[in-house]
DNA sequence: TTGTATGCGTTATCAC
DNA sequence: GTGATAACGCATACAA
């Protein structure tokens, strides 16, 4: 097993300077054509692979985008690395993880690992986007990210659907559907989108004059446990509401398991709504309502933007040219999808 | 924003050379007690981190473990990740993410990425595992890797469960609740997995005397909707199984979901088990008896066999000492987890 | 126990 | 257009 060819032995068989070599690889201007078909069957021959390590040293590149996050959902985070996947494969980057450790100082955690990869950008999911202490020194090393679904701190560019459009859209087509007596699962506080979505349904309820009642209010923790909990609560009150609309799926699912389990039947007796589609929400019977996000495409959006600022070269030399401004945010539309879990009531 | 410390730096602060940084940083022995504290103080005032990308070139290590994957479910990803990066993280190892492409040279797109990211080991998951060719370059490059859940080829180590022995549990299991009439579906013939779990399910009928009915013996892709199309067929038979061992959850959640679309309870009207103890299948109504594999367990231990491997800095020079030998296989015990999906006939 | 010098495979700065 | 050559930040023989 011969060690790797290196730029040396392309140069070397193809009779040129190894500065020569790295201007075809680069694709730089200023290379007879000749001569860069001469270096590319070198290439091809030895096949040659630069070396991210060499590269990474002595360009101040990593060639590596670093994917932050805690806590996120499986099917979340599977989609948004196939998008980064996606937007990394063409321009030959890589991408790593970083998740967040339960330690104290989780902030700290995070930052070591930034310092020590040295990734080129950064794509922060909530909470972590949300989380201005870790934005504030990201930003203060000068290190480039962009927020997806969201970015609470109103720091550094984002890539995300319209929150609360998308919640009073679900709501409205609730109250169409002739429910009225709709309870709201409200997402953990550290989320800026648990907020937001609690607008939409607020907004939607106000448009519709119907008052929000505070008893069908409660808070949950994002996840299906939390869901079940959550619907005992709400189930269990003398005066029920008839129809329920959970921040994400996870917890909607939890609240359809439980109902199921005392014998309700949705959506005759309960309907309930979703965010996020995921996969689960067409897999449950019946079908559930909730609005989909184009993860995956956000994932790929946010990536391309981080290398459209990380192209050329910029090291950040200067204070000023940090990061792209928040105005370079990116608004992608959500999609209602409706399905037998909001029918109309009998 | 001063740019990062640099080794030197450190050095130069503490008034040391910079190999003296570098054996107290690397935690090399020979160094005095005086010293090192020196120099850790200076580490620690300059909030020095190595940088990745010098230490991967001058040491021929990237700290870089990849994984390898195609079309893997999204908690089995996910899972087998958390595993990974705990394993990762007391080391100061990073993760990598290698997805395979859907260009006709599969292998050759991995294999460019192994030569320009050498990652010091590789997690190899099915159905990549179980893919000859792509095993046999990886052991001719010298790259260091291992198998989860399965290894089809025989090559290089695995660590995974006894896949045939859980199936055999499961079809057990169903035997003893009553049922016989059971149908079972494989997974796709590239995952080797499929055919060791409809062994156990042979076995298990074979034991209990019960005739396997072929034309209740079908294959799916291992994703929701196969589940569903794959029990189009068996349910639409005119004599019909009243319990379906899928190879996999995802399948398992398609089969339900069909049974329930055309009105059939479950268990009452049919059984249902499946593999893997997916999120979902705890969160479905009722319940769904599966197979759980300690799959971010299986990421761990598959990643720190990787790391003993890898430690002593051994750059498989000699062809003789490439990869850890078969033997250093590891099985892992798995979980029969029954829910109300499985519960006796009436 | 500690320090010096060299090299790792690229990129980048200049000359030519 | 092209090519020497010096970084880049660290590891590692080899000295001391």
Redesign the interface.
């Known amino acids: 097993?011969a060690s790797?060819a290196t730029i040396n032995d392309v140069a070397k068989m193809a009779g040129v300077s190894i500065k020569t070599v790295s201007r075809v690889v680069n694709r730089e201007p200023n290379v007879r054509q000749h001569t860069r078909d001469t270096v590319l069957k070198a290439i091809d021959a030895l096949?040659y692979?630069?070396?991210?390590?060499?590269r990474?040293?002595a360009g101040g590149r990593?060639f590596?985008i670093g994917l932050m996050f805690d806590n996120a959902s499986?099917?979340f985070?599977?989609d948004l690395?196939?998008g980064i996947?996606r937007a990394c494969?063409e321009r030959?980057y890589?991408?790593?993880?970083c998740?967040a450790?339960r330690a104290a100082d989780r902030t700290a955690d995070l930052m070591?690992w930034v310092?020590?990869?040295?990734p080129d950008g950064i794509v922060l999911t909530p909470p972590l986007s949300d989380d201005r202490t870790l934005v504030e020194q990201l930003l203060?090393?000068?290190v480039k990210f962009v927020s997806v679904s969201s970015a609470g701190t109103g720091l550094g560019p984002a890539v995300y659907i319209d929150e609360t459009h998308a919640a009073r859209a679900m709501a409205e087509h609730l109250i169409e559907a002739g429910y009225r007596d709709i309870g709201f699962v409200r997402g953990p506080a550290e989320h800026a989108c648990s907020e937001l979505r609690y607008q939409g349904f607020v907004e939607a309820m106000q448009s519709a004059g119907i008052q929000v009642n505070p008893d069908w209010v409660v808070t949950g923790a994002f996840d299906?446990d939390s869901g079940v909990e959550v619907a005992k609560k709400l189930l269990a009150q003398s005066s029920r509401p008839n129809a329920i609309f959970a921040s994400n799926d996870d917890m909607a699912?939890?609240i359809?398991?439980e109902a199921?389990?005392i014998g309700m039947k949705i959506p005759a007796d309960l309907a309930v709504a979703g965010f996020d589609d995921t996969?689960?929400s067409r897999?449950?019977?019946p079908g559930l309502s909730t609005v989909r996000q184009p993860i995956e495409q956000i994932g790929q959006q946010a990536t391309e933007l981080l290398m459209r600022t990380v192209s050329p070269v910029s090291l950040?030399t200067n204070?000023e040219n940090k990061n792209p401004s928040p105005d370079s945010n990116m608004i992608l539309p959500y999609d209602l999808v409706l399905r037998p879990s909001t029918e109309p009531a009998a």
């Open positions: 097993m790797a096949n692979k630069p070396s991210m390590a060499a990474g040293l990593s590596l499986d099917s985070l599977v690395q196939r996947l494969r030959h890589g991408l790593a993880l998740p450790s070591e310092k020590s990869t040295q203060q090393i000068g299906f699912a939890g359809m398991h199921y389990r996969p689960m897999q449950f019977w950040a204070d």
